[in-house]
């Protein structure tokens, strides 16, 4: 059985991070049992210290399966978090679990396993090999573990596939695009079958045109095989389209966590607000908030049907193609009904919280 596979008989969370610090600087080590320093702002610590906090007192877990998304803009920190999950930067203090196993009192060997095989990292920079084949490159990983060439050539073959590289298995690097790189990237995480990927900003180089259809590609791959995904990322579309829950940080902190319809609907803070501001709503609330008890004739309907997990905007054009409402289905059980009037509701109500975000700019991100 795959690493891949036992995970889904695990329970608990994949990552559970507690009161985790990440500090740059002298004496490091004193600032995050400090009351006094740890209450500085980022300017103020770095004035009185000489340090900063990268990482500040941040704690989450990361649920088998989901695509857990960390978001915020340049140097709020969330490169520096995900390269501490698996200690490619060594966290200041706080509690780093995975699986239930200390990952801060990992030694150097078992460090190494989970790094080569129940954490792959995809990054911007996707350091292929030049000389080597796309198979070649995809098989590295399984190189290292050991693999007989036979078997990983094979396996590097299946992941080839897997992303859409087709027919491109012997080509080099510089013969390919760079989305085509990206997928080779993605490939070479794949083939050693980890229990969880993570996504360094991997797709802000791309072209905006490739940038989606990678995008596309992550939600196809963890739709067909539900693969935990911790996914890091300045863009807020990026984000909202990709991720089941968001970790917005802003200064080292988590400054809202929850799921892309509470961040958009329910922002924590002045900041927040203003960050989502221009989100269209109906893009990001689900039916779930739209729909109508079902009555006795609904329940007899025969008509067209969605899911709760259904966006208002693609409920909105499925009232508008079939002229009737909706029946919101979890799969032979009913759990409501969205019509015209329900759709003009929620959009309206969506439409009055933005007005009042729009008025809410305290704090501008910068």
Request: with cysteine; proline share 4%.
């Amino acid at each position: 059985m795959s690493e891949t596979a036992e995970a889904t008989t695990k329970t608990g969370p994949v990552f559970s991070v507690r009161n985790l610090w990440k500090v740059f600087g002298p004496r490091a080590d004193k600032v995050p049992g400090n009351t006094d320093l740890a209450g500085l702002s980022a300017g103020e610590l770095r004035a009185r210290t000489g340090c900063t906090a990268a990482v500040r007192d941040v704690s989450f877990d990361v649920q088998q399966g989901e695509v857990f998304v960390v978001m915020g803009l340049s140097g709020s920190g969330k490169s520096t978090l995900v390269r501490c999950l698996t200690r490619l930067i060594e966290p200041t203090a706080g509690e780093l679990v995975m699986d239930g196993e200390d990952v801060r009192a990992m030694d150097r060997t078992r460090l190494r396993e989970l790094r080569r095989h129940r954490a792959s990292m995809v990054f911007q920079h996707f350091g292929l090999l030049p000389h080597r084949s796309v198979i070649d490159n995809v098989a590295y990983g399984l190189e290292i573990q050991g693999m007989g060439k036979a078997e990983r050539r094979a396996k590097a073959a299946e992941m080839v596939s897997k992303v859409g590289l087709d027919g491109l298995g012997e080509r080099r690097p510089g013969q390919l695009s760079g989305g085509q790189q990206q997928r080779v990237g993605l490939a070479r995480a794949l083939a050693v079958d980890p229990e969880v990927l993570l996504f360094d900003e991997p797709f802000s180089a791309l072209d905006p045109l490739i940038r989606r259809d990678m995008q596309e590609e992550v939600v196809r791959l963890h739709r067909e095989e539900g693969r935990t995904m911790v996914f890091i990322t300045h863009d807020l579309s990026e984000a909202l389209r990709l991720g089941d829950r968001i970790a917005l940080m802003r200064d080292g902190e988590i400054v809202q966590l929850g799921t892309p319809e509470e961040i958009v609907t329910r922002p924590a803070d002045a900041y927040v607000r203003d960050f989502v501001r221009d989100v269209p709503r109906e893009q990001v609330v689900t039916v779930r908030s739209a729909m109508r008890p079902a009555d006795g004739a609904d329940s007899a309907g025969s008509g067209a049907a969605v899911g709760p997990d259904t966006l208002v905007s693609d409920a909105i054009e499925a009232v508008a193609r079939t002229g009737e409402p909706v029946r919101v289905m979890d799969g032979t059980k009913l759990l409501g009904v969205v019509g015209h009037e329900e759709l003009l509701s929620v959009v309206a109500r969506l439409d009055d919280a933005g007005e009042g975000r729009n008025d809410a700019r305290e704090v501008a991100p910068a």
